[in-house]
């Protein structure tokens, strides 16, 4: 039985934080009642339910609207917006699936703007479009952090409750997390839900549908990501990658008129996105976090009209009629008169024993929210020399109890930027220790502790810690085009060979660029500008084809 909603007078507006809640003036009204419909509203009236595809963008004149997460069930009010406010999250833009619902509370007007009306607006008005993307984008994470929308219930120490885990928040994505070991909660859902223990991990999805353990693409799907029907028979450009070099490329491919397609293995947003603060980027003084850089970089290639694909693992490239047909995991193929590759790299993993074990429950290489919540309070250690490892150290060492960066040389500043290095050794919750590596892991279920040796004085400690945080060099992510052009002995792919282009491989026409690359500089920045600079060379390309 439903439980009946209360919109109760009561409750507050939220404060407009960073520009997530702004009231538009009577001008910037007019100019969106111009492009829309002016509507009655009545309490009790549902304006776009949790689960619908899409849905409009709605200004309020007068009157009261509460959005609401598990309407008809849980009924959680996440906020109230009264006169003046608009009613509309990132998914808007995006296009992918809604996770709440908008129910009046106060009778009043509103401004109804259909969705693709308002992404016109986005790209022809910028005092608009200023205002409206920067509040889209903060109530995206405000919402992550409030834990809203899509249910997540597993054990925690299962492998796929950790890798649906991971591909929601690597995309971005809102959800609850409920722990079959921890959480009361999490046994009625399931149970509510037909599902038995074993069939978990389970998505509950906002808007009723139920998947059993479903492969990343079956959520990316479930959840609307990414482009939507079939894709073109033929492209000027196919991006594969979508880290900050392919989405730059996708950005520059398709706001130059190139018919442009990206596709991206897991999340849009690269290694960059699992950067907590970038502080190098030009242009923002303060930082900015990977996520946000992302959210930014995928609304402007969409913009300008990129079909962006996610997720969708490149797994082989081949040549056919003069183009190159590119096949994807998900069985699909994509064809391009040109490619850029902007696959990227991995990090490296220790060479230790039991290490798998440990991997996402307790080993980790990346340093985010979500690894940062698990581990608050308790002693981490992170290891390597590079900027991510000073960066993680930084982050980290702002949420839990105290942080051991172990590096195996005697000087940081050897592969670390003087500015990190001037910051960790001004913090005193990090404490750097030269000449050290990890060379044990213990834990039974979970790890409980790694033994550190030191290279002079061959002294080995034990060290209690429940997170081992490792960022020690990259490999990269050429497995699928290995064969097909020409690598250097660690697989990053050449470039510049007689009779290429700048940033052009062994073959006319396919281009590599970022991290990939030989001899990269492993930098947001330089990946950005070469996949920039790769679509002016693809020009030059399609016109000598
Ligand atoms: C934690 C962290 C912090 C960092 N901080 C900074 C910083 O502050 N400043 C700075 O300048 N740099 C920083 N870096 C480095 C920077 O993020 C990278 O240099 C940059 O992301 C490289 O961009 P890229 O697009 O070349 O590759 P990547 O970011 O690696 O992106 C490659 C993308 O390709 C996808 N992919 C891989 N294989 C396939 C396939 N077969 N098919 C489809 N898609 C595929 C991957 O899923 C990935 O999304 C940081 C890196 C990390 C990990």
């Given at each position: ?26 001008e ?28 409009d ?18 009924n ?86 950790r ?32 599902v038995e ?35 073109p ?71 300008f009209g ?100 172990l ?57 209690p ?81």
């Amino acid at each position: 039985m439903p439980a009946p909603l209360v919109l109760g007078t009561g409750l507050e507006e939220p404060i407009d934080r960073n520009g997530a809640f702004p009231r538009l003036n009577a001008e910037q009204r007019s100019r969106l009642r111009a492009l829309g419909t002016s509507e009655p509203i009545e309490p009790g009236q549902v304006l776009f339910r949790e689960g619908d595809e899409a849905y409009d963008f709605f200004v309020i004149e007068e009157g009261a609207i509460a959005l609401v997460d598990g309407y008809g069930a849980a009924n959680r009010v996440i906020a109230v917006h009264g006169r003046h406010r608009f009613v509309g999250e990132l998914n808007l833009l995006t296009g992918s699936s809604v996770f709440l619902t908008a129910v009046v509370r106060d009778a009043g007007e509103v401004i109804r703007v259909p969705a693709d009306v308002l992404r016109r607006v986005i790209g022809n008005d910028e005092e608009l479009s200023n205002i409206i993307v920067r509040a889209l984008l903060e109530r995206r994470s405000i919402l992550i952090g409030l834990e809203t929308g899509h249910r997540v219930i597993g054990s925690r120490y299962s492998t796929d409750s950790r890798r649906l885990r991971e591909f929601l928040a690597r995309n971005r994505v809102p959800y609850h997390w409920f722990d079959l070991e921890e959480d009361e909660e999490a046994a009625v859902l399931i149970q509510a839900a037909g599902v038995e223990p074993r069939e978990t991990p389970v998505v509950l999805l906002s808007g009723g549908a139920v998947l059993r353990n479903p492969t990343n693409a079956e959520l990316g799907r479930g959840i609307g990501l990414g482009a939507r029907g079939e894709p073109p028979a033929l492209c000027d450009l196919v991006v594969v990658g979508g880290g900050p070099a392919g989405l730059a490329a996708a950005v520059y491919g398709a706001s130059e008129g190139l018919d442009t397609q990206a596709v991206e293995g897991t999340a849009f947003g690269g290694q960059a996105s699992t950067s907590s603060r970038i502080e190098n980027y030009l242009g923002f003084p303060a930082g900015i976090s990977g996520g946000e850089l992302t959210d930014r970089a995928q609304l402007q290639a969409a913009k300008f009209g990129a079909r962006l694909v996610v997720p969708a693992q490149a797994v082989g490239i081949q040549t056919e009629s003069g183009h190159y047909a590119i096949e994807l995991s998900t069985g699909d193929t994509v064809r391009g008169r040109t490619v850029v590759v902007a696959t990227g790299a991995q990090y490296r993993r220790l060479d230790l024993p039991g290490l798998e074990r440990f991997e996402g429950n307790g080993v980790y290489y990346a340093a985010t929210q979500a690894e940062a919540q698990r581990c608050s309070n308790e002693p981490v250690v992170v290891v390597g020399g590079g900027n991510s490892a000073g960066q993680a150290a930084m982050f980290l060492g702002q949420r839990t109890s105290e942080c051991r960066l172990l590096i195996r040389g005697e000087d940081l500043g050897k592969s670390m930027s003087r500015y990190l290095v001037d910051e960790i050794e001004r913090d005193p919750r990090i404490t750097v220790q030269t000449n050290s590596q990890v060379v044990e892991l213990d834990g039974e279920t979970e790890l409980d502790a790694v033994v550190i040796a030191n290279s002079e004085t061959s002294e080995r400690v034990r060290v209690p810690t429940k997170a081992l945080f490792v960022f020690i060099g990259a490999s990269p992510h050429t497995s699928w085009i290995r064969e097909f052009v020409a690598c250097d002995d660690d697989g990053f792919l050449r470039v510049g060979g007689d009779n290429a282009l700048l940033l052009e491989t062994s073959r006319p026409g396919i281009f590599a660029v970022g991290d990939v690359r030989s001899g990269s500089i492993k930098r947001v920045a330089t990946a950005v500008g070469e996949g920039s600079m790769a679509v002016r060379l693809v020009h030059q390309r399609l016109a000598s084809f």
